[in-house]
């Protein structure tokens, strides 16, 4: 049967977590048909051969789609979409485990919305881990555009037309292409919609390394975007008390940061207080420091439009 919705995942080198993942796809109970698109950025180790036994399996609408042409979640999820067969699309990680009835839940917010966000929960996955979030919000916004909200690429659906309208994701960012795909897809006329009973299960870090370094990349994602939007946040400020905006708030300098940091470290009682003082400065770092390619941010971006929200 044709499928109504294909959930793509973008997959590299996961062959430890995407079993989980698959299993997870394979338990929605739905009344519809639905194919699953594993979308290999060229791994090198069993990603494919774990997604296989899973297409053999229980999983017989599984494909494989190979996406190594370029490296990046972006251009991954980009592969999977070209290549989807339903007129819905939904995106989940494969280190992450979505909900039971999470394939359910976004297809009925798709049928009145044209671009779906859905909750993401820490509690299942991480008891030992580090570097909890403060809470399961579905959207966010960034401190120097805060007029337009943003949702994580690790659960969203939207429209198949919608995502050509704008033409996927920004392969040439490496982090961040999911807040420039929400921005992008609203300022191109489409509301970004919350679907808080849509929950997928993240999986964080579990070294402070690694979530330094994850926070430090999520940073410089932002200070490519904070550059290729100027134009479009001084629009929508510039109408702020017309629209009734909050205005931005402020952005406090990375050595106020640290130290203000520093100064609470006799307070700290853990791993989770200290992946939380790496998280915050790795991120504050990479938003004033991190390099970004000067091509990325000459992109043109669709012109402001009024907030009418």
């Given at each position: 049967?044709?499928p109504?919705?294909?959930?793509?995942?973008?997959?590299?080198?996961?062959?430890?977590?995407?079993?989980?993942q698959?299993a997870?796809?394979?338990?929605?109970?739905?009344?519809?048909?639905?194919?699953?698109?594993?979308?290999?950025?060229?791994?090198?180790?069993?990603?494919?051969?774990?997604?296989?036994?899973?297409?053999?399996?229980s999983l017989?609408?599984?494909?494989?789609?190979?996406?190594?042409?370029?490296?990046g979640?972006?251009?991954?999820?980009?592969?999977?979409?070209?290549?989807?067969?339903?007129?819905?699309?939904?995106?989940?990680?494969?280190?992450?485990?979505?909900?039971?009835?999470?394939?359910?839940?976004m297809?009925?917010?798709?049928?009145?919305?044209?671009?779906?966000?859905?909750?993401c929960?820490?509690?299942?996955?991480?008891?030992?881990?580090?570097?909890?979030?403060?809470?399961?919000?579905?959207?966010?916004?960034?401190?120097?555009?805060?007029?337009?909200?943003?949702?994580?690429?690790?659960?969203?659906?939207?429209?198949?037309?919608?995502?050509?309208?704008?033409?996927?994701f920004?392969?040439s960012?490496?982090?961040?292409?999911?807040i420039?795909?929400?921005?992008?897809?609203q300022?191109?006329?489409?509301?970004?919609?919350?679907?808080?009973?849509?929950v997928?299960?993240?999986?964080?870090?579990?070294?402070?390394?690694?979530?330094?370094?994850?926070?430090?990349?999520?940073?410089?994602?932002?200070?490519?975007?904070?550059?290729?939007?100027?134009?479009?946040?001084?629009?929508y400020?510039?109408?702020?008390?017309?629209?009734?905006?909050?205005?931005?708030?402020?952005?406090?300098?990375?050595p106020?940061?640290?130290?203000?940091?520093?100064?609470q470290?006799?307070?700290?009682?853990?791993?989770?207080?200290?992946?939380?003082?790496?998280?915050?400065?790795?991120?504050?770092?990479?938003?004033?420091?991190?390099?970004?390619?000067?091509?990325?941010?000459?992109?043109?971006?669709?012109?402001?439009r009024?907030?009418?929200?």
């Amino acid at each position: 049967m044709v499928p109504v919705v294909s959930v793509v995942i973008a997959a590299f080198d996961a062959e430890r977590t995407l079993g989980e993942q698959l299993a997870a796809l394979s338990r929605q109970v739905v009344l519809f048909p639905f194919e699953v698109l594993v979308c290999d950025n060229g791994s090198s180790d069993r990603t494919i051969a774990v997604a296989e036994q899973w297409r053999l399996g229980s999983l017989p609408q599984l494909r494989v789609v190979d996406a190594s042409a370029r490296r990046g979640p972006g251009a991954a999820r980009n592969a999977g979409a070209a290549a989807a067969l339903a007129p819905l699309l939904v995106f989940c990680d494969a280190d992450d485990v979505v909900a039971d009835d999470w394939l359910a839940e976004m297809h009925s917010a798709l049928q009145t919305a044209d671009v779906v966000a859905g909750r993401c929960s820490y509690s299942l996955l991480n008891r030992s881990a580090i570097g909890l979030p403060q809470s399961d919000d579905v959207l966010f916004r960034l401190a120097f555009f805060p007029h337009l909200p943003a949702a994580s690429s690790c659960n969203l659906g939207v429209r198949s037309g919608v995502f050509s309208d704008v033409h996927g994701f920004d392969e040439s960012l490496k982090t961040a292409e999911d807040i420039d795909f929400s921005w992008r897809v609203q300022l191109a006329g489409h509301r970004l919609e919350s679907c808080p009973l849509a929950v997928v299960h993240l999986r964080r870090r579990g070294n402070l390394r690694s979530v330094f370094w994850q926070s430090y990349g999520y940073g410089r994602g932002e200070r490519a975007l904070r550059l290729r939007y100027s134009d479009v946040a001084a629009a929508y400020a510039r109408d702020r008390e017309d629209i009734g905006v909050p205005r931005n708030p402020r952005s406090r300098p990375v050595p106020e940061i640290i130290f203000s940091a520093i100064r609470q470290i006799h307070r700290f009682r853990g791993t989770r207080d200290l992946a939380f003082l790496a998280k915050r400065v790795g991120r504050s770092l990479g938003r004033s420091f991190g390099a970004v390619d000067p091509a990325i941010v000459k992109m043109a971006v669709p012109p402001a439009r009024r907030l009418d929200r």
